[in-house]
């Protein structure tokens, strides 16, 4: 694994501004109104999305919950076609029918986001059987909440992926909450990475690694966790990594977030990851400074310019609205 170079870093950091400030922008348009539905942010966890698909090749594919605006963008959708698809548009990445939780592209082989929790496990288990029964050099990249590790299909896909030796690695970003309830009065295990010793020891030592616990506020410590973990799933099977973060917004919009102090927020707020490494990119690269602000102006611009291809974009036709519904 070659470490990255100052270009890959800094892509890296414009991704997670990019993430952040798209999010702040959607937050506004759902408090205008123009978002409907549900809108789940990822800020505060974009180390975590940025690292672990930086590490995956072209033919690897990726698939994660309702919180998959830092997965799509960071796996490289088109910045105005996703931002139609939170304002419903025709021209979203969906056709405006799936909205922030159902972003997809086919072609880069994100196979999406999924609003029952752990309802995509068996997919990824599916997509990576479809792979090693090809004999196709493919590796399936899975994430998945805390709180889904307490989920029924949580276990069978585990399980299955243990005893068919899939090549997946199972990625839970453990942001400490699930909705209001903290992981240690939901799950039996609070290190979540110990789930995965019950799948470990099949005959041959066939069977579940159970992978380390990665600072998810880290950047370059996910890409070369994953990294790993993608190398351990090609030649050897499924593997579960887990991401220590913080989600530092509510749960979705218009929570009132009683369950947790604001001290705790702000303490992690001020770890926060873009922060993090931007400090890591200044201290690393002389007179870099200048740089990093031109990229953080250059993501304003790309992300307003993207609000107003979105709001000038026309709305799905009756019949796009009854396509994709039913066979004919
Ligand atoms: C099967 C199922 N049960 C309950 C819900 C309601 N629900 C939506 S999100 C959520 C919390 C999931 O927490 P976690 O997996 O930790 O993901 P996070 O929101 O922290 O990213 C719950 C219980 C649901 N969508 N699906
Ligand atoms: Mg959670």
Redo the contacts with the bound molecule.
């Keep these: 694994m070659a470490a990255p170079n100052k270009e890959t870093l800094l892509d890296w950091y414009r991704q997670m501004v990019l993430i952040r400030r798209f999010e702040e922008r959607c937050a506004e348009l759902y408090q205008q109104g123009l978002i409907g539905g549900f809108l789940?942010l990822y800020i505060g966890q974009e180390a975590t999305g940025v690292g672990a698909v930086a590490a995956l090749r072209e033919q690897d594919h990726v698939i994660t919950?309702?919180?998959d605006h830092g997965i799509a963008l960071a796996r490289g959708l088109d910045v105005n076609a996703l931002m139609a698809e939170m304002l419903g548009k025709a021209t979203g990445v969906s056709g405006g029918k799936g909205g922030s939780m159902h972003l997809a592209n086919r072609d880069l082989r994100f196979w999406g986001g999924y609003?029952?929790?752990?309802?995509h496990l068996p997919l990824a288990a599916g997509i990576a059987l479809k792979a090693k029964y090809n004999e196709e050099d493919e590796v399936v990249l899975c994430l998945?909440?805390?709180?889904?590790t307490n989920?029924g299909y949580f276990h069978e896909s585990l399980n299955l992926s243990a005893v068919w030796e899939l090549p997946v690695v199972w990625l839970v970003?453990n942001?400490q909450?699930?909705?209001g309830t903290s992981v240690a009065r939901a799950s039996g295990a609070t290190e979540i990475v110990q789930k995965a010793m019950a799948y470990c020891c099949g005959p041959d030592g066939r069977g579940m690694a159970v992978g380390p616990r990665l600072d998810g506020m880290d950047v370059i410590a996910m890409y070369d966790g994953i990294s790993e973990a993608i190398e351990h799933a090609r030649t050897k099977g499924p593997i579960l990594v887990e991401s220590l973060t913080y989600?530092l917004e509510g749960?979705s919009m218009g929570d009132p977030q009683r369950y947790r102090t604001k001290e705790e927020v702000e303490e992690f707020s001020a770890a926060g990851p873009i922060g993090r490494f931007r400090n890591h990119l200044i201290e690393k690269y002389k007179n870099i400074g200048s740089r990093l602000d031109s990229i953080d102006q250059e993501v304003l611009d790309e992300v307003e310019a993207a609000v107003e291809f979105a709001q000038n974009s026309p709305d799905p036709t009756f019949e796009d609205l009854t396509s994709h519904v039913y066979v004919d």
């Design positions: 789940h919950a309702y919180r609003g029952i929790v752990g309802g998945m909440g805390d709180g889904a989920i970003e942001n909450y699930g909705m989600r749960h």
